[in-house]
């Protein structure tokens, strides 16, 4: 088999949107990547198209059992022209570890870095170059057998889409309240919460949806079992700093390992200020914001890099986290990070990869 894309380029390129007001997720670039699976042969025929609709069977699993997985990069634009990516290896070979899950044959991993390496230099006249702003890169892969009945599909597609994003904080980074879940519960162990996988966040919409009602952006989620230990927020890790130390939930199972979670840790280390994974109790956290200890609370992911946390509401019992202002790690590593991906700080990890 053979690993060349062909390329077929659209006749019908599409006006670009304006880049001051991208928002996140609304528009599409004018190629996509597609590779497919079939029982026997592998992976093959891969290619960059036309954006355009995907023509399914209406029988096609996917739709019907939700076997898919997903991931989220951004492709970032620098100064002097060049195009950046952070970690595009650990978001594929976390692919696998979803695909592995979802009985969804493994992607090389070295190709699938270059296949969206390979789609974004066709749609690079995309990447939005206004201050934040990003190329955000979403491959995804669909089981595509026509055929009603619960067993692994035989057929797959794996796919890259693009969309230009806006930036997270246009007016700078304001903390967000969150409401502390104690009715809904998003996975547990032996379950599928360690991946990226549709189901996930269909289980996780109707939290959201009251607590959107209640006044808040988003849930903490408990444990599964006891509804006792931290999980994490939304598509976010979450990180706290009690007494000077930061502590964030271990992965064992039932959250997302996020590369972003994973970048920060490596980056307080490197700092030495003292960081531990490990299981914390909702109580815990409000035992020691009764003691004045809860010094900073805030989310990591790829889409807000970081996300500071003011206020927390755990069965009506309201707190505020350093008078609802941004902590001073949370900035540091929100500075550095950012700094890193659009090429400003110099990259001592060996994190960023040129497109
Ligand atoms: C994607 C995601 C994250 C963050 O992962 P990053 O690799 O940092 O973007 C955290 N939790 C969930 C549930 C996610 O889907």
């Known amino acids: 088999m053979s690993w060349e894309i062909k390329v077929e380029r ?3 390129p599409k006006v670009k949107p304006d880049q001051n007001n991208l928002g996140f997720g609304d528009h599409f670039t004018d190629h996509m990547f597609i590779m497919d699976y079939t029982e026997g042969k592998g992976w093959h025929d891969p290619r960059i198209v036309p954006y355009a ?14 076997q898919a997985i997903f991931e989220g990069l951004k ?3 620098t100064k002097d022209g060049r195009i950046l990516l952070f970690r595009p290896h650990k978001n594929m070979e976390r692919a696998n570890i979803s695909n592995g899950r979802l009985c969804i044959p493994p992607l090389d991993v070295d190709f699938a870095v270059e296949a969206v390496k390979a789609i974004v230099r ?9 201050e934040g702003t990003s190329l955000y890169i979403r491959p995804f892969i669909i089981s595509t057998d026509p055929y009603l009945g619960v067993r692994p599909s035989f057929t797959y597609q794996f796919i890259i889409i693009l969309s230009p994003v806006g930036a997270y904080y246009p007016e700078g980074i304001d903390p967000v309240k969150i409401y502390v879940e104690s009715n809904y519960v998003r996975a547990v162990k032996g379950g599928m919460g360690y991946t990226k996988t549709p189901g996930n966040y269909a289980a996780s919409l109707i939290a959201q949806v009251e607590a959107k009602k209640k006044g808040y952006t988003q849930v ?8 006792k230990y931290i999980e994490e927020v939304g598509t976010m890790n979450v990180f706290f700093k009690i007494d000077g130390e930061i502590v964030t939930p271990a992965v064992e199972g039932s959250i997302l390992a996020g590369i972003t979670r994973d970048s920060s840790i490596e980056l307080l280390k490197s700092w030495g200020i003292p960081t531990a994974e490990r299981q914390i109790s ?4 409000y035992d020691a914001h009764a003691s004045g200890k809860l010094e900073e609370a805030f989310g990591t992911g ?11 509401n755990w069965n009506g019992q309201v707190i505020t986290i350093n008078d609802g202002k941004i902590g001073e790690y949370a900035a540091k590593i929100y500075d550095t990070m950012t700094g890193m991906q659009y090429g400003e700080i110099e990259d001592k990890f060996g994190w960023i990869e040129e497109v």
């Open 302 to 312: 790829t889409a807000a890099v970081i996300s500071p946390i003011g206020e927390l």
């Open 122 to 130: 066709e749609d690079q006249d995309w990447i939005p170059e206004a």
């Open 220 to 227: 903490l989620w408990l444990d599964g079992v006891e509804k």
């Open 53 to 66: 609709p995907l023509s399914l069977d209406p029988a096609t699993m996917v739709l019907h059992y939700g």
């Open 75 to 77: 492709a970032y634009k």
């Open 282 to 285: 909702i109580q815990e956290l």
């Open 10 to 12: 659209t006749k019908t």
